[in-house]
C-alpha cells in the first residue's frame, strides 16, 4: 500500500535526501520517494503504519523536519525543544547552512557537511543563577542571602556555550595530537641523517613500528572524528571536505601498517635500499593533527564571528528592583511580569520594555539604535530592555517582557538572519556539489600519470602526489565564505540599529538604484500635533473637535493620536462612536452622537459627494502650500470645517536623501497626502520626483511599475497602508517605530527610524557584498591553483612537488583565512 504525507522543514536536496534515508530505516517500509518541491513523501509499505512511528523516526533524529497526513495545514505546533546539558539554547546550525534555516536540537554534526554544528545564542532566563562571593558552592535560582554567611548572592557567569566546550575539546585532542606526532616526525626525519645513531638502538624496521603504536593515540582518538565524518559523508553520499581527509590520510595509514605486515608485496619501487617499504606515519599524523588545528582555529574565529550577538546578551541585566507595596525588592528578571513596577537606578540596564511613570533621566541607547547621543525620557516615555540609565533613578511600569522585548527581537532576528542563504551562495552550492568527485578523479589521475610517465621511484612519487591532491583541496572555504560574511555582517547592522531579516535583503539592497519613500513617519518625525480646528459652519469649533476625537479613538493612524491628544488637551468629551470605519489612504467615517462624522481628504469627500466649497477650498490650500497637514471635516454629509496637522521633517531627512542621491540612488516620495502638501515637503528635501494623494494600491502599482521598467527598487515606510508596497518592494524598509504590521513586511527594520538608517543599510550591504566575494574569489582561486599544484604541474619546470603535509597546512589555513577576512566586517564604517 502507498500512503502520501506532508514533510515540513526540508529547504534543499540535502533535506530531502536525509529524510529519504530517515524514513527508510522505519520497519515495515519498502520503498520512499520524497519530492522537494511539493514537500511530500510518499511511502509504500506491505502492512499499514501509523504515523507517530514516522514522526518519533525524524524526532530522534534531532533535526527540524515534521511529517503528517498530506492535506493537513503544514504549520503544526512547535513541540518544546530539548535543551541540551549545561546553559545553552537547543538550537543548533550548521556554519555553512547545507540545509538552508534548519536547525538541530541537540549539539554534533552537520548531516551533510560533517562540520560542528554552531549553537545560537538568545535570552535564556533558565540560565540566571546566583552564587556567593565567599561561597561558590552556593547556587540559587534568584537574589537574596547567602544562607551560610549572609553576602548578597551575585549573578553567576553565563555558563559554558557548546561553542566554547567544542573549543575545549579540540584544545585537549589537539595537544594530545602533537604528543604523539612530533616524535613520530622526529624519527621519520631522522632517516635522513648520515650514520643515523638511533639504528645503533634499533632497526630501522622496529622504528617504523614505534611510529606505528604512537600514531594509534593520534590516529584512533584525536583525530578519529575525521574518520566518523568521512564515513558519514560516503553512506549518506553528501561527499565533503571530511571524505578527502579521511580517504587521504585514512589510505596512508593503512598503506604503512600493510607494509611493515607484508613488505614482500611491494615492488622494488616502494622499498628502501634494506628492503624495508616507505611507511607514511608521520605524513598521516601531521596531515591530521594540522588539520586538527584548522579545526581549532576555525572553532574560536566561527565564537568571534558571532560577537555582536554575544555583546546584545551582556546588555540583558541578571536581576531587576520590582517595587511593591512602597518597598524595593531585587528578583531575577525571568520573574518579571507585565504591570510590575520597577525601579530603575543609576548606571542600571533596563530590564525590559515598558514606559516611565514616576521620575525622568537621559538613557543610552546607542547599543540598539547605533546613536551615541543619550535620549532624555520623561513620563509615559517608552524605555527598551538592554539600555542604559543615565545619572538620575526612575519607576518604570513592565510592558513587554522575555521574548516580546526590543531587544529579544533584534537578537532573534539577527539569529534567524545569520542562517538564511544569500543568492551568491547559490554558484558556490553549484560549484561544491561537483566539487568533491572531481578532486578524486584528479587524485586518481595524478597517480596514473606519475606511475607511467614519473621519475623513480614513479610509484612513491604517484602515491604521495595523488594523496596532496586529496588533502589540498577544501570545499569549506567555498562553503563558508558566504555564510561567514553574513553572520558578521549582520550583527554589525544589528549594533547600529539596522536589522537586517535575511541575507537575500542585504545582497538586495547593494543593487538598489531607486527608492520610494512615504512621508508621515518616515520623512516627518511621524509625531503629528494638531495646530487648530477650524469652522466655516455655524457649529462650535469645540463640537467639532469633540466629534473627530471621537471618531479617531479607535484609528491606528498617527494623525488620529494626535486629534485624540489634542481633544483631551482641550477637555473635551470623547463619546462613543457607531458604524466607525477606516477608508484605506481617505479617512474615517462613523456617527457620532447620532450625526454622521466624516474626516479625511478631499477623496473622501468625493466618494460620498460631498461638496466642497469654494471658500474652504482655498483656505484649506493655502495651509497645504505651507507644508501642513490638513483634513476635511464633515456633519452629516455637508463639509464645515478642517483640521490643521503639522509634522515637522526629521532633521536627518535632507542630509540622507542628499547622500543617496550622490550614491545613485533616485529618490521618490509616495504620499497620501494632498499635492500642495507633497509639493512643499518635496522643494525643502530637494525633490525631483513625488506624487501625491496615493491609496495603497497607487504605491503598490508604481512601484510595480518601476520593477517592469528594471528598477530594483527600495520601499521605506511606517504604517498599515504601506504593508503591500513594502512586500511588493525588491527591498521592505520599515521604521522601528511604526507599526507591527509593516516591520512584518519589511526585510529590513530600521531600529531608529530615520532616513539615515538606508544610508547604513545601503553601506553595509554593499561591504557585506565586497567582502562575500572577496572570499569567493580567494576560495576558487586558492582551489583552482592548489589542486594541480599538488598534482606536481610545477615539477616539469621547476622541479617542484608539494608535500601533502604542507597541503594539509595550506588547507587548514584556508578556511580559516575566509573566516578572518568575514570578521573585518566588524570594523565597517556605517
Known amino acids: 500500500m502507498k500512503h502520501t504525507y506532508h514533510i515540513h522543514g526540508m529547504t534543499c536536496n540535502g533535506c530531502r535526501g536525509h529524510v529519504e534515508e530517515i524514513l527508510s530505516k522505519v520497519e515495515g517500509v519498502s520503498k520512499v520517494e520524497v519530492n522537494l518541491e511539493k514537500a511530500e513523501a510518499i511511502l509504500e509499505m506491505e502492512v499499514h503504519i501509523a504515523i507517530e512511528k514516522f514522526q518519533e523516526a525524524l524526532k530522534d533524529d534531532g533535526a527540524s523536519y515534521s511529517i503528517h497526513k498530506s492535506g493537513e495545514h503544514p504549520l503544526i505546533k512547535e513541540e518544546k525543544k530539548e535543551k541540551p546539558k549545561g546553559k545553552g539554547t537547543g538550537t543548533f546550525y550548521c556554519p555553512m547552512h547545507c540545509e538552508g534555516e534548519k536547525t538541530y536540537n541537540k549539539a554534533g554534526d552537520c548531516k551533510v557537511c560533517g562540520m560542528d554544528l554552531i549553537e545560537e545564542r538568545s535570552i535564556s532566563s533558565s540560565s540566571n543563577q546566583f552564587t556567593c562571593p565567599m561561597h561558590p558552592e552556593v547556587l540559587k535560582d534568584e537574589p537574596g542571602a547567602c544562607p551560610i554567611c549572609g553576602m548578597d548572592l551575585i549573578p553567576l557567569e553565563a555558563g559554558t556555550s557548546e561553542e566554547d566546550k567544542t573549543y575545549k575539546k579540540l584544545l585537549k585532542k589537539f595537544w594530545i595530537a602533537v604528543a604523539f606526532t612530533v616524535p613520530i616526525f622526529l624519527l621519520a626525519m631522522s632517516e635522513m641523517i648520515e650514520n643515523n645513531p638511533l639504528y645503533d638502538i634499533l632497526a630501522q624496521k622496529n622504528w617504523n613500528w614505534v611510529q606505528f603504536v604512537l600514531s594509534i593515540p593520534v590516529v584512533f582518538f584525536a583525530t578519529w572524528m575525521f574518520f566518523k565524518r568521512a564515513w558519514t559523508s560516503l553512506k549518506t553520499m553528501n561527499l565533503n571536505m571530511f571524505t578527502l581527509i579521511g580517504i587521504g590520510s585514512g589510505i596512508a595509514w593503512i598503506f604503512s601498517v600493510f607494509a611493515m605486515l607484508f613488505p614482500e608485496v611491494f615492488p ?379 509634522d515637522a521633517i526629521k532633521a536627518t531627512s535632507l542630509k540622507a536623501i542628499k547622500e543617496l542621491q550622490d550614491n545613485g540612488v533616485e529618490v521618490i516620495m509616495l504620499t497620501g497626502d494632498n499635492k500642495n502638501t507633497a509639493k512643499s515637503v518635496a522643494e525643502q528635501l530637494n525633490l525631483k520626483h513625488y506624487k501625491a494623494e496615493c491609496l495603497p494600491e497607487d504605491k503598490l502599482n508604481e512601484i510595480k511599475k518601476l520593477q517592469e521598467e528594471g528598477r530594483v527598487v527600495a520601499m521605506a515606510g511606517d504604517g498599515i497602508n504601506d504593508a503591500p508596497a513594502l512586500a511588493q518592494a525588491d527591498v521592505g524598509i520599515a521604521m522601528g517605530t511604526g507599526t507591527d504590521v509593516a516591520i512584518e513586511s519589511a526585510s529590513i527594520t530600521l531600529v531608529k527610524g530615520d532616513l539615515l538608517g538606508i544610508v547604513k543599510a545601503k553601506k553595509l550591504s554593499h561591504g557585506v557584498v565586497k567582502n562575500i566575494k572577496q572570499n569567493l574569489f580567494f576560495a576558487f582561486v586558492y582551489n583552482v591553483l592548489g589542486v594541480p599544484i599538488a598534482a606536481g604541474v610545477l615539477y616539469p619546470i621547476f622541479g617542484l612537488l608539494l608535500s601533502p603535509m604542507i597541503a594539509a597546512l595550506a588547507m587548514s589555513f584556508s578556511s580559516v583565512s575566509v573566516i578572518v577576512n568575514a570578521l573585518r566586517l566588524r570594523n565597517i564604517k556605517l
Open 268 to 646: 622494488a619501487d616502494f622499498k628502501t635500499a634494506d628492503g624495508n617499504v616507505f611507511v607514511y606515519f608521520e605524513a598521516t599524523t601531521v596531515i591530521l593533527t594540522l588539520v586538527l588545528l584548522g579545526q581549532l582555529l576555525e572553532a574560536r574565529a566561527h565564537s568571534q564571528t558571532s560577537g555582536a550577538i554575544k555583546e546584545l546578551l551582556k546588555l540583558v541585566p541578571a536581576t531587576a528592583t520590582l517595587v511593591t507595596d512602597g518597598e524595593d525588592k531585587v528578583i531575577a528578571i525571568d520573574k518579571i511580569e507585565k504591570g510590575n513596577l520597577l525601579r530603575v537606578k543609576p548606571g542600571e540596564k533596563i530590564p525590559v520594555d515598558g514606559s516611565i511613570v514616576e521620575g525622568h533621566s537621559s538613557i543610552d541607547e546607542s547599543m540598539i539604535t547605533g546613536e551615541p547621543i543619550p535620549v532624555d525620557k520623561n513620563i509615559d516615555d517608552n524605555v527598551s530592555s538592554g539600555t542604559i540609565n543615565g545619572t538620575k533613578s526612575f519607576v518604570m511600569k513592565a510592558e513587554k517582557v522575555g521574548s516580546e522585548t526590543l531587544l529579544s527581537q533584534i537578537i532573534h532576528m539577527v539569529n534567524t538572519a545569520s542562517r538564511s542563504k544569500a543568492p551568491i551562495q547559490k554558484l558556490a552550492d553549484r560549484i561544491a556539489k561537483y566539487f568533491v568527485p572531481t578532486v578524486f578523479l584528479v587524485s586518481v589521475i595524478t597517480f596514473i600519470v606519475w606511475a607511467l610517465f614519473g621519475p623513480e621511484p614513479a610509484y612513491v612519487f604517484a602515491f604521495v602526489n595523488a594523496i596532496a591532491v586529496l588533502i589540498i583541496a577544501c570545499p569549506c572555504a567555498l562553503g563558508l565564505a558566504t555564510p561567514m560574511s553574513v553572520m558578521v555582517g549582520v550583527g554589525r547592522g544589528a549594533q547600529s540599529g539596522v536589522l537586517i531579516k535575511n541575507a537575500e535583503a542585504l545582497e538586495k539592497m547593494n543593487k538598489v538604484d531607486t527608492l520610494i519613500v512615504d512621508k508621515t513617519g518616515t520623512i516627518t518625525e511621524g509625531k503629528p500635533s494638531v495646530e487648530k480646528v477650524i469652522s466655516v459652519n455655524e457649529i462650535e469649533e469645540n463640537s467639532l473637535l469633540k466629534y473627530i476625537a471621537s471618531l479617531n479613538q479607535y484609528s491606528e493612524h498617527p494623525l488620529a493620536e494626535a486629534i485624540v491628544n489634542y481633544g483631551k488637551s482641550k477637555n473635551v468629551l470623547i463619546t462613543k462612536v457607531d458604524d466607525f470605519e477606516a477608508v484605506a489612504g481617505k479617512g474615517v467615517i462613523g456617527t457620532v452622537e447620532n450625526k454622521k462624522i466624516a474626516l479625511g481628504n478631499a477623496k473622501l469627500l468625493e466618494q460620498f459627494a460631498i461638496d466642497i466649497s469654494e471658500s474652504l477650498a482655498s483656505k484649506v490650500k493655502a495651509e497645504q502650500e505651507h507644508g501642513k497637514t490638513v483634513s476635511y471635516i464633515t456633519v452629516d454629509n455637508e463639509a464645515v470645517g478642517y483640521v490643521t496637522i503639522f
